[in-house]
């Protein structure tokens, strides 16, 4: 899988056709993605004696499929290729503008 999280996609089947949002979650091992504000779920939490019944929304996993990337330099929906930097190190490459798609990761540096 060549997603990562805080990559932003669009979708592009489904019942959220079109939609565009950041990934926040990603479950390689199905082969699924959480994208914010996209595939909303309501969940009926049952009452109890210490607390009143509740419906909590979430956003549900799609298929990583059903989602193309968005290049942050051409801003279009893109397939994406690896390449060797200089450094020895891969980093993904939008395919159309031929820039990287480098993503800052929070705690990096």
Do not use: W
């Amino acid at each position: 899988m060549k997603l990562k999280i805080n990559d932003t996609v669009q979708v592009i089947a489904g019942k959220n056709k079109g939609a565009k949002g950041k990934i926040t979650k990603i479950y390689k091992d199905k082969n699924k993605v959480v994208v914010e504000k996209v595939n909303m779920r309501t969940k009926h939490i049952k009452k109890t004696r210490e607390k009143k019944g509740e419906k909590i929304t979430f956003e549900a996993p799609i298929d990583a499929s059903n989602v193309m990337i968005l290049c942050p330099h051409c801003n279009k929906r893109v397939r994406i290729s690896s390449q060797e930097l200089k450094n020895g190190k891969r980093d993904r490459v939008c395919r159309k503008c031929k820039e990287t798609l480098t993503t800052e990761v929070k705690g990096s540096k």
